[in-house]
Each structure stands twice: as C-alpha cells, then as structure tokens.
C-alpha cells in the first residue's frame, strides 16, 4: 500500500479540485488517501469532512509540521507521497517516482520534475523543451506518460516544492517534520538537509513530472532566523550551484579532478557528480557547518589559499574554480599564484568576480556616495575590487594565461542612455563594455 498526504490550505474550491484530483487519478484501495487541511475555510473543512474514501486531519490550531506528523503517524503504507494541493502528479509519474527510490536503497527523498522549480536547484528543473506543453489534464497526462520512460535521477541538495516521496520508516528515522517551521519551503529544506546529514540521498527522477499551479511563495522571516539558528547556514547562498562556470568544463574528462575554492555546501561540486561520478571532487571551505554537508560526497578541508602549501595537490587538478571569491581575499595574488601550483599542466581556473567599472557604480559615486550593501558589488565583506584589465593582470602574474573573457549584464534603455554618457569620457583605448559587465567570467589556463 502507498499512502498519499495531501496539504490544503485554500478555499472550498480548492477542496472540490483535490477531491476530483483524487477520485480520477488515485481511487483504487492499493491507496490510503489523508488529507491534511491548514487553511482557514470552515466551508471547506466541512466539505472535505465527507470525503468518506479518505482521511481528514484538522491541522487548523496545530500548524503544517505538527498536521503533517500526525498523518505521518496514522500512515499506513511503507511509502508515503506528501504533496501540497498546488501540484498535480498523474500515476504514471508516481510510478517513476517509486521505481527511482528502488533504485536508491528505498531510503531516498525523491522529487519530481518541475518546468519552473522553486529555489536554486537546477536538477529539479525541466529543461526547456517545445514538447513540454500541454493545454489541459489529458495534455497533462500524456506528457508525463512520455516523459516516464526515462530511467534516470541526479542527485539534489536542498529543494524547496513540497512535493514528494519516501519511505514511511525513513522520515521517522529522522523524527519527521521539524516543528520549528511553519511554512512548506523551510519544511522541506529541513528535510533535505536532515536526509543529507543521516547520508541518505536526495534524487530526482527524471520519469516523473509534476505540474504545480500558480502559487504565492510563502515566506516567513520568523522560519529564515530559524533555518540560520539551527544551520549556520543562509539559504540560497550556501546551496547555490555556479552552473555558469561548470559550462566551461569539460566535465567528461577521463580522469577529471576538480577543487573549487568557497565549496559551501558544495552544490557546484554535487553538479559535477551529477555529470560525471567517477570525477574527483575537492572543496575549501572555513564554515564547518557548511563543509559538513560537502564531505559527504567530496574532500573538503579548511584552509587559507593566501599561506596554502599542499605539496601533495601539486599539479593535481584540471579545474580549480573560485566562483566570487577573490574580491574577498586580503592578498588575491599570493592566493592565485599557491593555486596555479595546484593545476596540472595545462589544467584552468574559473574566475568570476563583479566588475567595479560598473555602470551602476559610478551612477553611486556622482551622486557623492560609495555605500556597501548586504550583496552586490559593494558587498560589505568584499576586501579587494576589480576591472577585467586588473582582473586579467592578475592572473597573468600567477603564469595563467587568459582564455576566454564571459560578462554578465542586466540594464534598461534608462541606463543604456547613462552608459552611453559615461562613455564618451573614457580615456582612449578603454572598452565601453566595461561599463555593462556587472561580473566577469574567466577561463585562465596554466603556462
């Protein structure tokens, strides 16, 4: 038997569209069916209370984690779906969703497919595809039939969809949901985060799809000071994967040994393994708290890359990547020469870092101010800032020769106007590109 928990927290006609959802795709007796409703529509309590094929949980006065655990409790099904009303997933994608935690020891957290995931996890995300579009339920219905064919999954970090499936006794080992959140997201990064700590995996299932409809994220200020109480940990920031960098590597390279410098949680390095499992993984990092989540699936070490000396790494990588991290560093040209040690000959670096000759930048500073910010170019915790001349001197001093120069941009036909002002008193010789790059992107490779 397979229990199904679902969360409801709208109106009446919310409750009407779970019932239907429930009789069309999920009436057979090999399922228990409980509903769990936290809203605040006494009008759609009463309806749901005569659901006589399914199970109702008044979660009104005891909140999402405590309603959740009860049902968790009552299940009976060794496997249990736990689904938020907003998404849809036919049997077909169900199905998958088992079929890939078999394949996991059963122990797993498995998600499905989403065409727009919440949060930073790109494993989670469909990609884009023409055929990924449906009008309606049978439209619905037949993509996901197609899609379940596909036997694959990739590892996820930390996800925030509440919609998923494990095993009964694999969420009681854990002491199923921390009662300390109140709202799904943090639900469910908690409990990727606890799966992760016990050494269970979190994966995707590249057979399932689920369809979510239109939904306000809830947030809650009182759950983000929780999470931080009890991680040490912010989210995205620790759990956000450079995917734009990762596109430089050759990630199926035989052999392939990569150190990323500021690993986080790792969620950079866990995209490699996703890509290649044979790769050898290695990660700095001084948060501990944060390094703990990492050493799970790599060799990661605190140590300060500006006084590093690790004979033992000489010429050891193919990649070393530092997404955001040389802007923090007291002295980034000792640091980038002890790397360039490190590299096997031939072997690159990745560096991104925000470019001070931003237009915005200098918008600050002619209206008389330069204001560090919680984020951005003028980061507080930033200690050092770059153009792409000082960036690419910087590498080149260390033996790195540059080779391939990326940019980020985001700027409206109001600050196009600004730029073109601001360009017109560049000294000769100076590219005007510099103004629009709000980060730079560099691919060096050793001498």
């Not at 006794?169 to 409990?191: K, V, W, Y």
Request: proline share 4%.
């Amino acid at each position: 038997m397979l229990t199904i928990v679902l969360l409801l927290t709208g109106d009446v006609q919310e409750a009407r569209m779970m019932q239907a959802y429930l009789q069309e795709n999920y009436p057979g007796e090999e399922y228990e069916r409980i509903l769990v409703y936290c809203g605040e529509d006494a009008e759609a309590l009463a309806f749901l209370d005569q659901e006589v094929s399914a199970v109702l949980f008044d979660g009104r006065g005891a909140g999402i984690a405590a309603s959740c655990n009860a049902a968790l409790h009552h299940a009976n099904g060794q496997e249990i779906l736990f689904s938020a009303a907003c998404y849809i997933l036919v049997p077909s994608a169900l199905l998958a969703m088992q079929r890939a935690a078999g394949g996991s020891d059963g122990a797993s957290l498995v998600v499905p497919m989403m065409k727009d995931a919440l949060g930073v996890d790109e494993v989670q995300r469909l990609p884009a595809n023409p055929g990924a579009s449906y009008r309606d339920a049978d439209g619905l219905r037949r993509f996901a039939e197609r899609l379940s064919a596909k036997r694959d999954t990739f590892f996820v970090s930390a996800v925030l969809d509440f919609c998923f499936l494990a095993q009964r006794q694999a969420l009681l080992d854990i002491g199923g949901f921390s009662e300390e959140f109140h709202t799904t997201p943090f639900l469910m990064l908690d409990l990727c985060l606890r799966f992760w700590q016990m050494g269970r995996s979190r994966v995707a299932a590249h057979g399932a799809f689920a369809h979510r409809n239109e939904m306000a994220l809830p947030y809650n200020a009182q759950d983000e000071a929780a999470f931080i109480r009890k991680y040490g940990l912010k989210y995205p920031y620790s759990f956000l994967p450079r995917t734009d960098l990762l596109e430089m590597v050759d990630l199926q390279k035989p052999s392939l040994a990569v150190l990323e410098v500021g690993c986080a949680c790792g969620a950079t390095l866990l995209a490699i393994r996703n890509k290649n499992p044979e790769a050898r993984l290695y990660g700095i990092e001084f948060n501990e708290k944060a390094a703990a989540f990492a050493r799970h699936f790599a060799v990661v070490e605190a140590l300060d890359v500006e006084t590093l000396d690790r004979p033992a790494w000489h010429e050891k990588f193919d990649y070393i990547i530092l997404g955001d991290v040389i802007e923090h560093l007291r002295e980034p040209q000792r640091a980038m020469k002890n790397l360039a040690l490190l590299l096997k000959p031939g072997g690159c670096v990745l560096v991104s870092t925000p470019n001070v000759m931003h237009f915005s930048v200098f918008r600050m500073m002619l209206a008389g101010r330069w204001k560090y910010e919680e984020a951005g170019i003028l980061d507080r915790t930033h200690l050092r800032f770059f153009t792409r001349t000082e960036l690419l001197a910087l590498l080149e001093a260390a033996g790195l020769e540059p080779q391939e120069v990326f940019e980020s941009r985001e700027e409206t036909e109001h600050d196009q106007a600004f730029i073109a002002q601001l360009a017109a008193l560049l000294a000769p010789g100076v590219d005007p590109e510099e103004l629009h790059a709000y980060q730079w992107k560099v691919v060096a490779k050793k001498r």
